[in-house]
């Protein structure tokens, strides 16, 4: 079977081209990117050639650039497709601590 989705580097490739051209439309500079995110202008320019950051630093220069709305997203569950859907997927209680030993 032929995977036709992209590869890894080709994804970070393609996030740091994004931010990169989206840095260009909100005229901004890698330098002043950098000041404004709070992260050094190597990581910036290191993140615009091949994508790869810390996803702190990701976060920092995808607020700066105002593109942080879809990390709300980043591991959300899945919206349900029908009511089978729903009583089918497991339900995930909130976690509790134990009780106190006294």
């Known amino acids: 079977m032929i995977d036709y989705r992209p590869s890894l580097d080709e994804q970070l490739s393609s996030l740091g081209e994004r931010a990169r051209q989206l840095r260009l439309l909100r005229r901004l500079g890698q330098a002043e990117l950098a000041e404004r995110a709070g992260v050094g202008l190597a ?32 591991f959300a569950a899945p919206a349900f497709a029908s009511l ?13 601590r134990a009780p106190r030993r006294t």
């Not at 910036?44 to 990390?71: M, P, Q, Y």
């Not at 089978?84 to 509790?96: E, G, N, Q």
């Open 43 to 74: 990581t910036v320019a290191r993140f615009e050639k091949s994508g790869t950051a810390s996803i702190e630093n990701v976060l920092r220069i995808a607020t700066a650039l105002h593109a942080d709305a879809a990390f709300d997203q980043l």
């Open 84 to 96: 089978d859907d729903a009583l089918a997927r497991p339900f995930v209680a909130s976690r509790k």
